[in-house]
C-alpha cells in the first residue's frame, strides 16, 4: 500500500509560481512510476507530468511543456511540481498518482494510488 499526501497548492496571479509536494509513505519509489494529473471543473482529469522507472525518464504535456517540472527527493520520498509561468487555464485540482513497475503510463485508470488532491487557482 502507498498513501500520498499532496500540498502547496493555492491562489496565484498569472505569471507566478507554485511547487506542490507529494509526499509518499508505505512504499519508497523505486520501481514506482509518480505522475501528476490535473482536473478542472467540468472536465476530465488529465495527464500533466510523470516520472518512471528504472531510468527516471520524464514526460509533460504539451500544454506544461517549458513550465512545469517533476522532480523527486527519494531520501524524503517526495515527489514535486514546480510551475512557473502559471496560466488562468492551470487551475484546477491536482492530483499525486503513483503505480507499481517500470515503464511510462499517462492514463488516470492505469494508476493504483492517488493523493486526496490540492486546488491550484491562477487569477488573470
Known amino acids: 500500500q502507498v498513501q500520498l499526501v499532496e500540498s502547496g497548492g493555492g491562489l496565484v496571479q498569472a505569471g507566478g509560481s507554485l511547487r506542490l509536494s507529494c509526499a509518499a509513505s508505505g512504499r519508497t519509489f523505486s520501481r514506482y512510476a509518480m505522475a501528476w494529473f490535473r482536473q478542472a471543473p467540468g472536465k476530465e482529469r488529465e495527464f500533466v507530468t510523470a516520472?518512471?522507472?528504472?531510468?527516471?525518464?520524464?514526460y509533460y504535456a504539451d500544454s506544461v511543456k517549458g513550465r512545469f517540472t517533476i522532480s523527486t527527493d527519494n531520501a524524503k520520498n517526495t515527489v514535486y511540481l514546480q510551475m512557473n509561468t502559471l496560466k488562468p487555464e492551470d487551475t484546477a485540482v491536482y492530483y499525486c498518482?503513483?503505480?507499481?513497475?517500470?515503464?511510462?503510463?499517462?492514463?488516470?485508470?492505469?494508476?493504483?494510488?492517488w493523493g486526496q488532491g490540492t486546488q491550484v487557482t491562477v487569477s488573470s
Open positions: 516520472i518512471f522507472w528504472p531510468v527516471g525518464s520524464t
Open positions: 498518482a503513483a503505480d507499481y513497475g517500470l515503464g511510462p503510463r499517462f492514463k488516470p485508470s492505469e494508476y493504483d494510488y
